[in-house]
């Protein structure tokens, strides 16, 4: 009885070993290294209130914290076909920062980005897109921006946050 349950415990922890490491192989969510990516082109990073989402690069206010569970790479689009998209989500005393990035992982681009419902053209931090007041029904402001032929979102509180967001 001794001897099966040692080959128990020790089959166990091979195959616990195992997954850990083809887990490892296809989605590296380290983020004490603050160093993520997936091999289909997800791409992140967070640290010292630096963001850093499929090449685009986000400072976070003072105070927000990541909410990891909500992070997702290259995840698939289902707005437009063969798209890819990924989202880190921060928090701080109820209040929400979203940040977005729409990408195809093929030779395929975005190649133009146009107001839609009640989305205005603006330009917040130098960056030239469009701006929605309460695209989420939640009274919180949504600019839109196209760069590199992928589409960025910044959801925050205020306009003031999504400036601070939106600054490198």
Known sequence: MKKILMVFAVMLAICLTVSAVSADDSWSFNFSSSESS????????????????????????????QNESATKLAEDATDVEDAKFSVCQFNKDGKDIFVKVFFFNDDNEFTSLKPVDNEVEKTMAGIDGVYDANKYDDNTPTFRFLEDGKIVEVNAPDDDTLNSVLKH
């Open 38 to 65: 997936n091999s289909d082109g997800g791409e992140m990073s967070f640290e010292n209130g630096k963001l850093k989402l499929q090449g685009f690069e986000f400072t976070i206010p003072d105070g927000f914290e």
